[in-house]
């Protein structure tokens, strides 16, 4: 088979570069860990870069984005139906390939990301690139959000009992204090700094993904002085790119297919697809760090594969969607939006294309 000329090549991968800044980040945690006092010291500021983390969360997310997006309740519990029962079945039945295929403590991280919401950013992004319906990607992944901060540790306190995680006194009382109370307390300071934290959107960013690699570089860290690493081996770790790739192509298939079963329209089920199959590493990094402590390194690893993978995947599947939508473009409404035989058809095509 002749090899495609280098000017039909991508001349740019869809690889996250703040993805490259985790891996860094664990790198440093794996070569320099913190140990004795610095250990104190980092699992602190680990501490309350959670915190600032989830306080910015609520001073920056509108309620009234979401509470606007009611009159569009099918398809929003249609995205949180996938996003926190169908993907937690999934986690669930994928303990039979414990301890044949991955370790129970990949297992734990993995059945941990089925629980964590949505994203927003990239599941807009994705839907906006597909020419599905936007405004629909923005209220689905702001309600996953919101219900996340209180359904996914209520799901982990039930479903990762024994596994390594799950609610003791001590837990609950760190996700009240971590999460839930500095989210509410953003919340009711939105109006008074809302405005101008919306003007200083970059150096936010800025704060946000510091936050979250010191979080990653403290529970790293812990697991290699307790010497977790050694329980991984490099197949183990091919298991599990391989699990993850599984459990992606069957969201993608389900929430794309499954939305046609449901009556939506073309525009409608890209921003299904794409909001109700990912799964947000800047909310899930923090929740493990409260729900699993010490034990958060090889917790989180799971997420952060699932996270690269689904940009990689969903960035090709939403150019595919929009090479195929057709002369008219996806038009967004609240009740739903239109989409032509052909192009539904195109869409059948996107996705079968996507998973060879």
Known sequence: MRRPPLSKLPSRLPVDGYLLALVGTVALAALLP???PA???AEGAATGAVA??????GARLPPREAMDGLRHWRLHLTVLACTFVLFPVLGLAARVLVPQVLPPTLYTGLLFL?????????????????RGNVAAAICAGSFSSLVGIVLTPLLASLVLHGNGGGFSTGSLVSIVCQLLL???AGQLLRRWIGDRLTRHKKALGRVDRGSILLVVYAAFSAGVVQGIWHQVSAPRLLCLLGAEAVLLAVMLSATWYGSKRLGFHRADRIAITFAGSKKSLAAGLPMAGVLFGAQAG?????????????????????KRFAATAGPEPAVAVAGGAGGSPAAEAAGEAAVSGARR
Request: hydrophobic content about 65%.
């Open 52 to 57: 600032l983390l989830f306080f910015l969360y």
């Open 114 to 130: 089925c629980l964590v919401p949505s994203t927003i950013q990239s599941s807009i992004a994705f839907t906006s690139l597909a």
């Open 298 to 318: 090889l917790a989180v690893l799971p997420l952060m594969v699932f996270h690269q993978m689904q940009l990689m995947v969903c960035a090709v599947l939403a």
């Open 34 to 36: 913190a140990r004795g």
């Open 39 to 41: 250990a104190s010291v």
């Open 182 to 184: 500095p989210f509410l």
